[in-house]
């Protein structure tokens, strides 16, 4: 199985011992994506929306990378620190998957790194 490290500058860089995707097999696994501007690295500020958004705009940037998008997604598992945020997150995500939504799962967690209140990976075809 030969892999490929997938690595994009329009996406935050890694902040651990991480890839931000690897490609093999004909798939790509992202890591997860938490609400960070990709020039400065930084945590954007905002509502649940505006998070959600920088993550899945993370992701596809990553995807794009691989050479590939949101359109070959098939399983998504997205983190929340409030399951109260889950309607506000869904709608967003709506936004980025319209036809033929990719399988899911959605974690509400204790806490994200940098104090994200959303965090986002996903699987998809190469």
Do not use: H, W
């Not at 967003?92 to 806490?111: L, N, Q, S």
């Amino acid at each position: 199985m030969a892999k490929s490290v997938v690595k994009t500058s329009n996406a935050p860089e890694a902040i651990g011992p991480y890839s931000q995707a690897i490609s093999a097999n004909g798939l790509v696994f992202c890591s997860g994506q938490v609400p960070l501007d990709p020039q400065s690295g930084e945590l954007i500020e905002g509502s649940i929306e505006d998070q959600t958004r920088r993550c899945l705009e993370n992701l596809r940037a990553v995807l794009q990378a691989a050479g590939t998008d949101v359109a070959d997604v098939v399983k998504v598992t997205a983190y929340l620190t409030d399951m109260g945020d889950f309607p506000a997150f869904n709608e967003v995500y709506g936004t980025f998957f319209e036809a033929d939504p990719p399988a899911r799962a959605t974690v509400g967690v204790a806490a994200l790194p940098k104090g994200a209140r959303v965090e986002v990976e996903c699987v998809a075809q190469a």
